[in-house]
């Protein structure tokens, strides 16, 4: 311990680390444990004196870390994830990264291990143990019922929690963010969780429509209303959706003509068919969703900016999946069950695969991760699937994130395992006094470092 605070400045980082969920080792650049957390006595049913102090081949001869991260981050100089079991049948997700000195050689290796075990036991009860390599039932999933969205990363937690709470009331929603982040799922959640919930569900995608039919599509048309239009006219998805909702994707492609006609709709609550003359009163809730910047097109003029408003009543931002890593282990697990029985197939992936797979950025977020794991099943000829069934460029793109990672000094890596810490105490409980007793800090210290790593969601005292 005495040798391990001449390298660490924070002593008072330790007594957190001492209290966290996931097991913290901190080597030194030969493999010996310079320090380990309490946790790791329950993950590795071993006293924590029987680690501090040993080396890497003492403790991978007595079997406890097979394989050992710490050995792997040696040899490759590299950041290093594998999800494995431990020799009680513990299932582990450990990552080891390695800290240089300015000669660039490894002086520490900081390793984090969190037992997903305990958090699967009711999945596995309920399910068939798969014989993956990676144990891929092991990952549990937070999402909302039948709905297939992962919320297992606070960012989704708070998307769920507000989607729910919309779900209640009537105000028209506005639903942002990239392509493929899981609007339209987002969008079916605040029909199906409210009191529409046994009307009708009506999609409409604006920017599928031709631009001469859209009118017709949305308002529907009485008979005779132009050539080639139904003896008996056609009723438009708004009456479709009647005492339902409505949801309008894509609702920037929405030419500015139609713009009008919804901001009468949403204003006066009724539409007037094509070639009609009386108005239809309707009960709708309209939900709109785009991946553009509505206010960015106000600003061109492409864009209604009275409509804007009315739309945009209540936002809900779904954010990308980089910036919700802790959502892409159960994504794949989903994926991967769900292609293997449509396919007919049984594929399993490696860990050295999953290790890519998160650290790659999928800019196309869910549906390229779909896409992904989909090809991957039918281009895999064997039962795993391993690194060198991978796309180039996801390879590639993974290896220069690696390498930016590996770039860490030791005071930025214990600056991100303490916000990592805070982050999860935000979480869990409701005051900055009961987050400074559980780490066994000051209250004014939390606030502090809370104010310091920009964390805005402080709990009230």
Known sequence: MDKLSGHIALKDLLPILDGISDAVFIDNGEGRCLWCNSTCED???????????????ELEKKGIFTPSVTRRVLDEKREITILHENKYGKKLLTTGTPIFDDTGKISLILTTSRDITRLTEDEEKSKSASNTMISMSAITNTYSPDSGIIANSTPMRNVM?????????????????ESGVGKGMIAKILH????????????????????NLIESELFGYVAGAFTGSRAEGKQ???????????????????????????????????????????PIPINVRIVSA??????????????????????????????????????????????LAKYNEHLHESKTISS?????????????????????????????????????????????????????????????????AEKDILQEALSNYKSTRAMAKVLQVSQPTIVRKLHKYGLSNTPAD
């Open 43 to 57: 993950l590795y049913d071993i006293s924590v004196s029987d680690i501090r102090g040993k080396s890497v081949d």
């Open 161 to 177: 929690m507000l989607t729910k709470r919309l779900a209640s009331v009537n105000s028209t929603v506005l639903i942002t963010g």
């Open 192 to 211: 199906e969780e409210g009191n529409r919930c046994d009307k009708p569900f009506v999609t409409v995608n604006c920017g599928a429509i031709p631009e």
């Open 236 to 278: 438009g998805l708004f009456e479709v959706a009647q005492n339902g909702t409505i949801f309008l994707d894509e609702i920037s492609e929405l030419p500015l003509n139609l713009q009008v006609k919804l901001l009468r709709v949403i204003q006066e609550r009724e539409i007037t068919p094509v070639g009609g003359i009386k």
């Open 290 to 335: 785009t991946n553009k910047n509505l206010m960015e097109l106000v600003r061109e003029g492409k864009f209604r900016e009275d409509l804007y408003y009315r739309l945009n009543v209540v936002p809900i931002n779904v954010p990308p999946l980089r910036d919700r890593p802790e959502d892409i282990l159960p994504l794949i697990q989903t994926n």
């Open 352 to 416: 050295e695969v999953l290790a890519v797979l998160l650290k790659y950025q999928w800019p196309g977020n869910i549906r390229e991760l779909q896409n992904i794991i989909e090809r991957l099943i039918i281009t895999t000829n064997e039962d795993v699937i391993t690194e060198e069934n991978l796309p180039i460029f996801i390879k590639q793109e993974a290896e220069t994130n690696a390498n930016m990672n590996t770039d860490l000094s030791l005071s930025a890596a214990m600056a991100k």
